[in-house]
């Protein structure tokens, strides 16, 4: 692996790494894990977390994982729990026995408190990440949910729940993170999808910026799918959304 070029992280959240490529996780939204093997390798040393979501996850996405991890990489299990309390702890336990880096909850405070609790039981060093609302919501979309408010006030108050649980981090639109950093402090980590590279279709993502504007926004991390998935040079995809990220840290 080459040297991690020298640039300070932002002084300003929780998050040590130098190494822009840390900061960028690919999503593997692809049907065979032949293709994820295939992405991972033509991606290897650029992209920092690799993760692994519903698509992979029922067809052997987590022996991939297992692997991916014993190989030394970073993983992150976008499996976004939400039941009652006990089958999260178990669920947790389990995951942190796998030795996953990251791994999503939706963040509804007795699911997260369940979480924490259960990771502080079994010693687990597995990073626990809220999701807000996800980046495909609108306030329309919401309110066809059930729910009478915004998206941003939501995004807020669950924000302020996952801090009080003890959660690690948080999923959130780039949008959101300059108005969530005062609620979460500095420690928790800010994780951004809805990241679309100048040029790139949105597709179903309704809250966007580029991967420049979100480190720029105080994101800790990006993740990244279908503008790298789906370019026909993915390694040369990976390393201009770097770059971008290295000049943002500038
Ligand atoms: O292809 P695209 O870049 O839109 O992929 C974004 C990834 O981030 C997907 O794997 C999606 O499931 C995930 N995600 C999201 N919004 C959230 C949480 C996760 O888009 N709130």
């Keep these: 692996m080459p040297p991690a070029p020298n640039h300070a992280a932002k002084s300003s959240t929780g998050f040590q790494s130098n190494d822009p490529r840390d900061r960028l996780i690919l999503a593997l939204d692809v049907p065979t894990i032949a293709e994820a093997e295939t992405i991972v390798a033509e991606t290897k040393n650029v992209v920092g977390v690799y993760k ?8 052997g996405g987590l022996h991939l994982a297992e692997r991916l991890l014993d190989a030394g990489q970073k993983v992150f299990l976008d499996l976004k729990l939400l039941d009652i309390d006990n089958t999260i702890a178990h669920g947790v336990e389990s995951v942190s026995k796998i030795g996953a880096t990251y791994l999503t909850i939706h963040a509804y405070p007795k699911a997260m408190r369940a979480a924490v609790a259960a990771k502080q039981a079994c010693g687990g060093s597995t990073s626990l990440l809220g999701v807000t609302v996800l980046t495909s919501m609108d306030d329309a979309d919401l309110a066809e949910a059930g729910y009478a408010g915004r998206v941003r006030d939501l995004v807020a108050m669950r924000a302020g729940q996952a801090r009080s649980s003890g959660m690690d981090g948080l999923i959130c639109s780039p949008e959101e993170v300059a108005n969530l950093r005062p609620i979460v402090g500095p420690d928790v980590l800010l994780i951004t999808p809805g990241i679309r590279p100048a040029g790139s279709a949105a597709g179903d993502q309704k809250r966007v910026m580029t991967p420049a504007d979100a480190i720029r926004a105080g994101s800790d991390l990006i993740v990244v799918g279908r503008p790298i998935l789906a370019n026909p ?18």
């Design 52 to 59: 692994i979501g519903h698509q992979l996850a029922f067809i």
């Design 233 to 250: 040079d993915r390694r040369a995809a990976a390393t201009a959304i770097v770059a971008e990220i290295e000049a943002a840290l500038r």
